[in-house]
């Protein structure tokens, strides 16, 4: 009897997607002593007490069984004035909001609530990385368009225009953006909505960053005129209200899509985790000025590593919101994985390589700047010591 080769037994679909390129840094960083990360993706910040009280107090209260499947109703209720009150936008708790398992589960499944076999979806580039595979495990193709530092990593109507066919199902948006940190207005978005309205195009908007906007507020794509049945907007409380670990995001939409993507989440995950939800609930009720301060906080350090890159020879755009800065290492004739590779071994500074992100991330590294300014001044000394050596 011929034996079975191992790839015969796994999907081509899942074969064809490639793990993780920021995961690779950090399992190399992860051996390494001495290592000062500009990596992670994650607040620095431990969640604010009252947020953790909460749920320890949900445990105590006994609530630990599931909860309705699109989340607890009062927390529902919550998101719905949440939004309402940041963002100017409004959502039905019972038939347009659902609490998911971060707000990946929410592009998860709202990519394959909406996709079929060959549907195109275009990716605004840099991009954050779980994009582009989740169009491609929904059956769709995802379509790069990119952006560059000479246009502060903003994408153009016309630029998307020139990428939409008869396939075109959706567009995904990102602002503020990770890895860039780029911010679009309101005149920016309404050109790009203009388009969704010409060609019937269903639009991705994540927003989790929107908290962490430093110069401008952010506009929310759903509160574009005509724009909230066309959005499926995505968010969370990841990374304005520290609580990466907990798992918890929500996505809002219209109520056919949202219907559809609560089948998936049904089936799938059945509902988010209860105690976190509990968590969440306490974080939007009083949860406004731990978000003011942490922003301040970032700001500080985006206004620091920014000059620093400035003056060490790497330029920088200023980001407008996020947690990252994106500087250009062209100059050095290394590639974006050359010179995180370089870096991580000859001084102990651990970045993401650009080109992770898309071609448009090429020639740049993404740092967080979600540390303390005592390991941003101390990578910045490395990475300074690192370019002179070159």
């Known amino acids: ?17 490639q793990p993780s390129g920021i995961r690779r840094f950090f399992d190399l960083a992860s051996k390494m002593d001495n290592i000062i990360s500009l990596g992670v993706g994650e607040p620095d910040f431990v969640t604010p007490w009252n947020v953790r009280e909460a749920s320890i107090s949900s445990l105590e209260r006994g609530f630990t069984a599931y909860t309705a499947n699109a989340g607890v109703f009062e927390l529902r209720k919550e998101i719905s004035s949440y939004m309402n009150k940041r963002f100017s936008v409004q959502y039905d708790p019972e038939t347009e909001i659902l609490v998911t398992v971060g707000a990946s589960e929410g592009i998860d499944i709202g990519m394959r609530a909406i996709l079929d076999e060959g549907d195109e979806v275009i990716i605004v580039e840099p991009t954050f990385v779980s994009y582009v595979p989740l169009v491609q495990m929904a059956g769709g193709v995802a379509v790069p368009v ?4 000479e246009d502060q990593f903003k994408v153009s109507a016309s630029q998307i225009k020139a990428a939409i066919t008869p396939r075109t199902k959706a567009i995904m948006l990102c602002f ?16 790009i909505a203009d388009l969704c309205e010409q060609y019937d195009l269903l639009v991705f908007s ?26 499926i907007l995505i968010s969370g409380f990841s990374k304005s209200f520290a609580m990466t670990g907990w798992r918890l995001g929500f996505v809002l939409a219209p109520p056919d899509l949202l219907a559809a993507m609560l089948k998936l989440h049904q089936y799938s995950l ?26 301040q906080s970032y700001k500080q350090r985006r206004n620091f590593i920014v000059k620093s890159f400035s003056e060490i020879g790497l330029p920088c755009h200023t980001p407008g919101g996020a947690f990252y800065a994106f500087p250009s290492v062209e100059e050095t004739g290394l590639s974006s994985e050359q010179f995180a590779e370089k870096l991580l071994m000859a001084e102990r500074v651990a970045v993401v390589p650009g080109h992770v992100f898309g071609e448009g991330g090429a020639g740049h590294i993404r740092c967080s700047y979600a540390t303390s300014m005592d390991n941003l001044e101390q990578s910045v000394e490395r990475i300074d010591r690192f370019l002179k050596s070159l």
């Open 206 to 231: 994540d927003e989790i960053y929107a908290e962490l906007s430093y110069d401008e507020n952010h506009v929310s794509f759903a509160s574009l005129p005509k724009m909230k049945e066309r959005t």
């Open 270 to 295: 059945m509902c988010a985790p209860t105690m976190a939800q509990y968590g969440a609930l306490e974080a939007l009720k009083s949860g406004m000025d731990d978000i003011e301060r942490m922003k």
């Open 146 to 149: 990119g952006t560059t530092k």
């Open 1 to 17: 009897m011929a034996h079975t080769k191992l790839n015969s037994r796994l999907s081509k679909r899942v074969q064809s997607i």
């Open 176 to 191: 503020p953006n990770n890895p860039t940190g780029a911010t679009m207005n309101g005149q920016e978005m309404q050109e």
